[in-house]
Nanobody
Framework: VQLQASGGGLVQSGTSLTLSCAAS????????FGWFRQAPGKEREGVSC?????????YYSNSVKGRFTISRDNTKKSVDLQMNNVKPDDTAVYYC??????????????WGQGTQVTVSS
């Protein structure tokens, strides 16, 4: 099982960025996927998640609601996080994860290595 997060980088405040999570080694269709982030000196927090199987429901933290969009393409084995109007507070290492779902890390079994997002003001 492998989750490979990519798409991070240095961007200016107010711009957009798309993170991608490539899944391999398992049938991702039935797993929920989540994006988490961890800023320096802070705890890891749930950003967004999307249900697995026939449950395509999505969840967003209050800090990103209306700006971020999560989507999945089981055919391409990928889960994306579209980040619009990014802010300096979005600066963090972003992780993708797969599991039974939910807004906390306890619902996820598989984790990617993280991709750094830095937003300059």
């Amino acid at each position: 099982v492998q989750l490979q997060a990519s798409g991070g980088g240095l961007v200016q405040s107010g711009t957009s960025l798309t993170l991608s999570c490539a899944a391999s080694g398992f049938i991702m269709d039935y797993y929920a996927f989540g994006w988490f982030r961890q800023a320096p000196g802070k705890e890891r927090e749930g950003v967004s998640c999307i249900g697995g199987g026939s449950d395509g429901s999505t969840y967003y933290s209050n800090s990103v609601k209306g700006r971020f969009t999560i989507s999945r393409d089981n055919t391409k084995k990928s889960v994306d996080l579209q980040m619009n109007n990014v802010k300096p507070d979005d600066t963090a290492v972003y992780y993708c994860a797969a599991g039974i779902g939910g807004g906390t890390s306890t619902g996820y079994t598989y984790w990617g290595q993280g991709t750094q997002v830095t937003v300059s003001s």
